[in-house]
C-alpha cells in the first residue's frame, strides 16, 4: 500500500522559511494528484495547495497564496511546499495527501477525494 512521508517541518521565526518535502513510497504518485493541508491547535484540517499531475493546475488557499509555492518531482516521487514570510498563524500540523488515479489536470481543494494521507509534520512559526 502506498505510504506518504513528509519531512522538513520546524520551528522558525515570524518572516521565515522552511521547505517540506513529501515522499510517495510507490509509484502511484505519477497517477495522483496531491495535496497538502493543515490542522491548527482547536481547529479543523485545511486545504492549503494542490497540485496536479501535469504540474499546470496549482490551485492555494486565499491565505497562502503568494507566499507558498507547491511542486512535484515525478523522479523522485516527491512533492514540496515551499513556504515563505511565514506568520503565527501558518502553525499547524501540515499533511500531504494523495488522490490516486485523476485526470492529467485535477488538482482539488476537497479533502474528502483524498484517499491517501500522511502522518503529518509540525510547523510552529513564532512571533
Known amino acids: 500500500q502506498v505510504q506518504l512521508v513528509e519531512s522538513g517541518g520546524g520551528l522558525v521565526q515570524a518572516g521565515g522559511s522552511l521547505r517540506l518535502s513529501c515522499v510517495a513510497t510507490e509509484d502511484t504518485f505519477s497517477k495522483s494528484a496531491m495535496g497538502w493541508f493543515r490542522r491548527a491547535p482547536g481547529k479543523e484540517r485545511d486545504f492549503v495547495a494542490a497540485?496536479?499531475?501535469?504540474?499546470?493546475?496549482?490551485p492555494y488557499a486565499d491565505s497562502v497564496k503568494g507566499r507558498f509555492t507547491i511542486s512535484r518531482d515525478h523522479l523522485k516521487n516527491t512533492v514540496y511546499l515551499e513556504m515563505n514570510s511565514l506568520k503565527p498563524e501558518d502553525t499547524a500540523v501540515y499533511y500531504c495527501?494523495?488522490?490516486?488515479?485523476?485526470?492529467?489536470?485535477?488538482?482539488?481543494?476537497?479533502?474528502?477525494?483524498?484517499?491517501?494521507w500522511g502522518q503529518g509534520t509540525q510547523v510552529t512559526v513564532s512571533s
Open positions: 495527501a494523495a488522490e490516486r488515479d485523476t485526470t492529467w489536470n485535477t488538482a482539488r481543494r476537497i479533502s474528502g477525494y483524498y484517499d491517501v
Open positions: 497540485i496536479s499531475r501535469s504540474g499546470e493546475m496549482t
